[in-house]
């Protein structure tokens, strides 16, 4: 699907009997955001969201493979000048990354 008023989408579908592809492109210039996601069967999805507006960006990347969870995020905010990376993974482990540009901060947990 190919959908495009200035907006634009674009959709990629794939489905060998649920062997599932999705790759999903949305622009909307009104509120100034494009998000971009990639949704597999093999139980991966990766997202990308930018919204020019709130100067933010957003990077997610989920795996599970029957809860065997991965999580990955990246989250960057130019107003505020931060940047927060998370990994969550189910062995009980996450990772944060928090960075301030303006305070000249970064935080580990």
């Given at each position: 699907?190919?959908?495009?008023?200035?907006?634009?989408k674009l959709m990629f579908d794939t489905n060998l009997d649920t062997k599932t592809t999705e790759?999903?492109?949305?622009?909307?210039?009104?509120?100034?955001?494009?998000?971009?996601?990639?949704?597999?069967?093999?139980?991966?999805?990766?997202?990308?969201?930018?919204?020019?507006?709130?100067?933010?960006?957003?990077?997610?990347?989920?795996?599970?493979?029957?809860?065997?969870?991965?999580?990955?995020?990246?989250?960057?905010?130019?107003?505020?000048?931060?940047?927060?990376?998370?990994?969550?993974?189910?062995?009980?482990?996450?990772?944060?990354?928090?960075?301030?540009l303006d305070t000249m901060t970064t935080k580990l947990m």
């Amino acid at each position: 699907m190919l959908d495009t008023n200035l907006d634009s989408k674009l959709m990629f579908d794939t489905n060998l009997d649920t062997k599932t592809t999705e790759l999903m492109l949305d622009t909307n210039l009104d509120i100034k955001t494009t998000e971009l996601m990639l949704d597999t069967n093999l139980d991966t999805k990766l997202m990308l969201d930018t919204n020019l507006d709130t100067k933010t960006t957003k990077l997610m990347l989920d795996t599970n493979l029957d809860t065997m969870t991965t999580k990955l995020m990246l989250d960057t905010n130019l107003d505020t000048m931060t940047t927060e990376l998370m990994l969550d993974t189910n062995l009980d482990t996450k990772l944060m990354l928090d960075t301030n540009l303006d305070t000249m901060t970064t935080k580990l947990m």
